[in-house]
């Protein structure tokens, strides 16, 4: 049996949490597309961090894992809701104490919403103390359309939804992702991004190219540490040991956690 939160509207997020011991933050882990709460990487850091202290809390978005929804209905907008009905029940007490701030542990497309949460509420109703980006998806929505083409395109705007097939999965999105996203232009996310930022991202990503995230250090407003992993590709499991390390040392020298 996993913990719900009610949406309100028919639809739960199954979700877990750990909470911190005294003067730790809450990390609060963000799963990527056609990944769930307990993948290898969430797993992993949810031991490796509790056992130091932290907080731990990660959830399933709609459509993944043991929530509810479809996730051809995904959209930027109905991610950033998740996010927001997680932290309100964490700030809430409902799941305890509430912790003092959080650190969104982003992965993927769960490093996408992680960016934008970070931008649209930064204090309310837990602050954010940092940010950490694992291959985060940045302009996931424009690398498709330009993958498919003016034919694609048409062709999705006018079935509403298209087929695509990545490495590990097919999965069909509505065009109703492409409309939310021109709501969330990139050049927001570089202007107004204020909290500590680390950006961990593999150099042998075929997925989400690692000139992203390069992009993105660069022309950030608060200059965000970029760590490149040699031979990592976007999921970066092999590499959950030196993921952990940078997390900690991030935390101890560059989030606002005090």
């Known amino acids: ?3 719900t939160i009610e949406l309100g509207n028919g639809e739960h997020l199954a979700c877990e949490w750990v909470l911190p011991r005294d003067g730790q933050p809450l990390a609060l882990y963000l799963h990527g597309l056609g990944s769930h709460r307990n993948g290898e990487k969430a797993g992993y ?12 809390a990660r959830f399933d978005f709609r459509g993944h894992g043991d929530s509810t929804g479809r996730l051809e209905e995904l959209t930027l907008s109905r991610l950033l809701a998740d996010v927001a009905a997680v932290v309100e029940h964490l700030a809430s007490g409902r799941a305890g104490r509430p912790p003092r701030s959080l650190l969104l542990i ?3 497309l769960g490093g996408l919403a992680a960016a934008w949460r ?4 930064p204090e309310l109703p837990l602050p954010i103390a940092g940010q950490v980006l694992i291959a985060p998806a ?3 929505v424009e690398r498709y359309l330009a993958k498919i083409g003016a034919a694609g395109c048409d062709r999705w705007e006018h079935e509403g939804a298209f087929r695509f097939r990545g490495p590990w999965f097919e999965f069909a999105l509505s065009w109703a992702a492409v409309v939310d996203a021109r ?7 570089l202007r107004k991004t204020r909290v500590p930022t680390l950006l961990l991202h593999g150099d042998a990503d075929d997925t ?5 995230s390069e992009a993105f250090a660069a022309g950030c407003s608060n200059a965000p540490r970029l760590i490149v992993l040699a031979g990592g590709d976007h999921r970066l499991t092999s590499f959950r040991e030196q993921l952990r390390d940078e997390i ?3 935390v101890e020298r560059d989030a606002q956690c005090a």
């Not at 970070?118 to 509420?121: E, K, Y």
Request: hydrophobic content about 40%; cysteine-free.
């Open 1 to 3: 049996m996993h913990p």
């Open 45 to 56: 850091l949810a031991r490796e961090l509790t056992a130091r202290g932290f907080g731990f």
């Open 106 to 108: 982003g992965s993927s």
């Open 118 to 121: 970070s931008v649209l509420a």
């Open 138 to 140: 940045f302009r996931m």
């Open 183 to 189: 709501g969330y232009p990139h050049e927001q996310l």
């Open 208 to 212: 989400t190219p690692l000139a992203e």
């Open 248 to 250: 900690v040392r991030f």
